[in-house]
């Protein structure tokens, strides 16, 4: 399968973003899709998660409430809605499949690229 991440821009303060990865090669079906960040001279952080059946969700403590994710199952294509960001949300953004809802690196073996996110004050 590969992954492929879109929906990054540049955004103010408190406006809302949905960033998409879409799946090609196979479907997700069993997998879960989890979306990372990353800042350069920092490490890649976890963002949130979702399983694809049935749709179980984790969420970083940072983006708690303000992000969600969901899935179009036909297109085979998940999102990440981000809302309230801020220039702390600053980062470029990589899906990633995996099997597991654990928000380390290691769980997640098809990462696609990234799609940068830049938020202004």
């Known amino acids: 399968v590969q992954l492929q991440a879109s929906g990054g821009g540049s955004v103010q303060t408190g406006d809302s973003l949905r960033l998409s990865c879409a799946a090609s090669g196979r479907t997700f079906s069993s997998a879960v899709i989890a979306w990372f960040r990353q800042v350069p001279g920092k490490e890649r952080e976890f963002v949130a998660a979702?399983?694809?059946?049935?749709?179980?969700?984790a969420f970083a403590e940072f983006v708690k409430g303000r992000f969600t994710m969901s899935r179009d199952i036909d297109r085979n294509t998940a999102h990440l809605e981000m809302n309230s960001l801020t220039p702390e949300d600053t980062a470029l953004y990589f899906c990633?499949?995996?099997?597991?809802?654990?928000?380390?690196?290691?769980?997640?073996?098809?990462w696609g690229q990234g799609t940068q996110v830049t938020v202004s004050s």
């Open positions: 979702m399983s694809w059946r049935p749709g179980n969700t």
């Open positions: 990633a499949a995996g099997s597991t809802l654990l928000p380390f690196e290691s769980e997640y073996r098809v």
